[in-house]
């Protein structure tokens, strides 16, 4: 069945660092992808996402590129800051399941 | 605001009492989900619903059951607690091909 597949965390870096966060996937056909934010406390919040193969993502200086050839969908932050201390959520929509699968999460902490 | 309402938001429950968690949306989506979320296993979904009177399973259903008699409301019941049931549960509604989630619900079951 499909699946999505996360680096591990958790990830600490300092402030004004530069975040990747690894995600793979296993899917039939061209599902479309995810990243998810949960803060603290908080529910789910949609980060970004993208439909087809090369596209690319990006909200709030986070960007990830859809990658069909290694089927991939990295989540890239230039210069993280404190207040993006989170969890991240890796997530396919499978169209055949009709449903969203989630990777495990990455939680990443940022130290100013 | 627009949105979906969970309640409530903590539970403390003993082994083999029941409840229900509750989910309202405002949206009008058709589609309408719950999940549980665990440390290091992601959400994954126990039931889901794409319209009023239809409902279906999804990957860890077995000690809950939903209904859908409204497009708003998505019930959650719990039969029948244990300990294992022990975790913090969302609900999710589709909409034009966006997922928008609850706050949560954190249940614990001692």
């Known amino acids: 069945g499909d699946s999505v597949t996360q680096m591990e965390g958790p990830v600490t870096l300092s402030e004004e660092a530069f975040l990747t966060i690894n995600c793979t996937y296993t899917?039939?056909?061209?599902?479309?992808l995810f990243w998810y934010v949960q803060y603290p406390g908080e529910g789910l919040q949609l980060l970004l996402k993208?439909?087809?193969?090369?596209d690319k993502g990006s909200n709030k200086g986070f960007e990830a590129t859809y990658r069909k050839e290694t089927t991939s969908f990295h989540l890239e932050k230039g210069s993280v800051q404190v207040s993006d201390s989170a969890v991240y959520f890796c997530?396919?929509?499978?169209?055949?399941?009709?449903?969203?699968?989630f990777g495990a999460g990455t939680r990443l902490a940022v130290h100013p | 605001n627009a949105g979906v309402t969970q309640t409530p938001k903590f539970q403390v429950l003993k082994t083999g009492q029941s409840m229900t968690l509750q989910c309202a949306q405002d949206?009008?989506?058709?589609?309408m989900s719950w999940y549980r979320q665990d440390p290091g296993m992601g959400l994954r979904l126990i039931h889901y619903?794409?319209?009023?009177?239809?409902?279906d399973q999804g990957e860890v259903p077995n000690g809950y059951n939903v209904s859908r008699s409204t497009t708003e409301d998505f019930p959650l019941r719990l039969l029948s607690a244990a300990p294992s049931q022990t975790s913090v549960y969302f609900c999710?509604?589709?909409?034009?091909?966006?997922?928008?989630f609850g706050s949560g619900t954190r249940l614990t079951v001692v």
């Open positions: 619903s794409v319209g009023a009177g239809i409902t």
């Open positions: 899917a039939t056909g061209y599902p479309s």
């Open positions: 997530a396919l929509f499978s169209g055949g399941y009709n449903k969203l699968i």
């Open positions: 993208a439909t087809k193969a090369d």
């Open positions: 999710a509604s589709r909409g034009g091909g966006s997922y928008t």
């Open positions: 949206m009008n989506h058709e589609y």
